[in-house]
């Protein structure tokens, strides 16, 4: 492959349940390497995504590559190089461990002797070692988890998608398996993909984050620029139109959004940028209501685009 | 053992094609219904015939007595159209059912896996499974028949149609049930509900058809029984009639009397053909969820 080609493209899918807009105009780019946080409350949009990227699931709209390949046609060769687990428990209840996974690994085409191998290798390595002779009906909730990770891995996929992989787990489960998916993540030529509402789980596993809700992309970026470049911001807000403001902002090469009723001005690394901001508000003659920096977790970042959105959504039906 | 201790390793290997998905499939399945006690009761229970004509003696068979010979072979093809339903439900009840009950689609087709394969998996798997029972102790039979009598081979060579048209009327049950089966275990949410369908076709197709027959007095209805099509397949084809249990009387044309067999064989033949259809169709619609 092509250097820092993105692993996963699309361009402005969407994917309709008939009056549902399960995902909507979503365009992003994941170069490889690393582990990406695909985060965003229920119903976002998440699930589907994955399941267009996987080409389960045609798009209803725009175009899609996932290992350079297009995921309209080539969907079987995709998942022959990608790990998927799944949100859901989904289990042969009466036959144990190692069997369920090294079936799983022959319907990959690995054989027999291969496929049984690797399902001990991968159960000892996400901690199922001891029970690996156990049936899965007989399973914790969070040893079910596991499972599903090992049989993602059984085939030593390039990309791994997990979906939701921490549910149901108590906090030392949780810490362990995310422990587990850095330890993945050490492997270079791996790309990890992790769907999750957990904040504080993305942000310690993960290094970029694609932030969706009600199917529509939020925000896309790295971790630390999102959370650190929003450290550097302003907020203000004034009385009057905001816009004008921002396109004044934006004139003077200033980049800046609206988010709710306030202005977000992203600074960056630039001390001078407070007063070319004062300069330019009092040439606008716009009067300053709240001028301060904005709290920098990712929790906030995430409320606060989600509360934004929201609020653009009841305007719109508003209209 | 600790986690970081191990580390994650890599594999790398050959991975085969989809033929040996196929297989690999068929294979899970069959050893899958052979873990259960009931398959194995059912298909010991199938294979006492085999068991009594070892013991039997049929040294003594004379040359006249050879259809009677063949009717040990026979005899036992006939048992099978009872309880061969009841193994078809029991294996294939299960095959779609559970999977989409345990959700194991996503498992199955987020991996390079096409539905037709998957398809053609369990339909082999439950191929395989029904012929273990069926076409394999009729051979066994048919061998241990040759082995054990003092007749010429030639004899069995002018007889080995038997064998062949019961094979045949197999191929024809287990295609049946099968169709059946798969297409309720992909409409059902509990395998036992798949089984307990088969067994309502199976037994309101027999009473309405019959009760239309008595009531019209018009043969013709008999024809939407599926074990009085069997039956009258059977007779014609393999000159068995099973009420009796005894070889049919030819001159009277099978069981059916009026009724052709050949019409039987259309009757079956066709709803095989339509369910397997709507079990295609069926699956390869259904939601990976
Ligand atoms: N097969 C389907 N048929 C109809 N609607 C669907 C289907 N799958 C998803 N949806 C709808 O699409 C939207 C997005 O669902 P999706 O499962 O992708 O969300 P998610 O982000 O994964 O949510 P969660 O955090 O709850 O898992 C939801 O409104 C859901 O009801
Ligand atoms: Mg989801």
């Given at each position: ?17 008939g ?99 690797r ?24 040893m ?43 492997c ?44 550097e ?81 009841r ?5 | 053992?600790?986690?970081?201790s ?16 196929v297989l ?47 009717y ?95 094979w ?44 239309l ?77």
């Amino acid at each position: 492959m092509v250097e820092n080609a993105p692993v996963i493209e699309t361009f402005r899918i969407s994917k309709n349940y008939g009056l549902v807009e399960a995902v909507k105009d979503l365009t992003v780019s994941i170069p490889q390497g690393g582990t990406v946080g695909l985060l965003g409350p229920n119903g976002a949009g998440k699930s589907t995504t994955i399941k267009l990227l996987l080409g389960l699931v045609n798009p209803s709209l725009g175009e899609g590559k996932v290992l350079g390949m297009d995921i309209r046609t080539k969907g079987l060769e995709i998942r022959d190089r990608v790990g998927y687990m799944p949100e859901h428990d989904c289990f042969i209840g009466d036959i144990d461990a190692v069997k369920y996974v090294m079936h799983l690994g022959r319907m990959n085409g690995m054989s027999v002797a291969d496929a049984l191998r690797r399902a001990h290798e991968v159960l000892y390595y996400v901690g199922l070692g001891e029970s690996r002779y156990r049936k899965i009906e007989t399973f914790s909730l969070g040893m079910k988890q596991r499972v599903k990770l090992a049989q993602a891995l059984v085939h030593d996929p390039e990309l791994l998608i997990l979906d939701e992989p921490t549910t149901g787990m108590d906090p030392d489960g949780r810490i362990d398996m995310l422990e587990l998916i850095k330890d993945i993540a050490k492997c270079e030529d791996k790309t990890l993909v992790m769907c999750s509402h957990i904040l504080a789980d993305v942000e310690r596993v993960c290094d970029r984050v694609v932030i969706m809700n009600r199917g529509k992309l939020v925000r896309t970026g790295s971790l630390k620029e999102l959370v650190e470049g929003k450290k550097e911001a302003i907020i203000l807000r004034v009385k009057g139109d905001s816009n004008l403001l921002i396109d004044k902002f934006e004139r003077e090469g200033i980049s800046a959004e609206l988010r709710d009723d306030a202005i977000l001005v992203f600074a960056g690394n630039n001390p001078s940028i407070k007063k070319k901001v004062m300069e330019i508000m009092a040439e606008a003659k716009m009067q300053l209501r709240y001028f301060g920096k904005p709290t920098a977790s990712l929790e906030d970042l995430f409320l606060s685009t989600i509360s934004y959105e929201e609020e653009a959504e009841r305007e719109k039906a508003s209209i | 053992m600790s986690i970081e201790s191990l580390g994650y390793k890599e594999w790398e290997g050959q991975k085969h094609g989809r033929f040996y998905k196929v297989l690999s499939l068929v294979d899970y399945e069959v050893r899958h219904a052979w873990s259960s006690i009931w398959v194995k009761i059912l298909i010991i229970i199938a294979w006492l015939p085999v068991l009594i004509i070892f013991l039997v003696p049929v040294t003594e068979i004379s040359e006249e007595g050879v259809d009677r010979a063949f009717y040990n072979l026979v005899s036992f093809t006939t048992s099978i159209t009872i309880w061969l339903p009841i193994m078809a439900g029991l294996i294939g009840g299960g095959l779609i059912a559970n999977d989409k009950n345990n959700k194991m689609f996503s498992m199955y087709f987020s991996r390079p896996l096409r539905r037709e394969d998957y398809i053609a998996g369990k339909v082999g798997g439950f191929a395989v499974l029904m012929s273990i029972p069926t076409i394999v102790p009729a051979l066994i039979i048919y061998i241990v028949l040759i082995g054990k009598s003092d007749l010429s081979l030639l004899v069995f060579i002018k007889k080995s149609w038997l064998l062949g048209a019961a094979w045949l009327y197999f191929i024809l049950l287990i295609a049946l049930f099968g169709s059946l089966v798969l297409f309720l275990s992909s409409v059902v949410t509990d395998s036992k509900y798949a089984v307990v369908g088969l067994f309502t076709i199976v037994i309101l197709s027999d009473l309405i058809a019959n009760l239309l027959w008595l009531a019209s007095d018009n043969e013709i209805y008999r024809l939407g029984s599926l074990t009085f099509n069997l039956e009258n397949i059977l007779a014609e084809f393999l000159g068995i009639d099973q009420s009796t249990l005894q070889l049919a009387d030819q001159q009277n044309g099978g069981v059916g009397g009026l009724v052709s067999a050949w019409k039987s064989l259309v009757v079956i033949v066709g709803i095989t053909s339509f369910m397997s259809v709507l079990t295609l169709l069926r699956l390869l619609s259904l939601e990976e969820e």
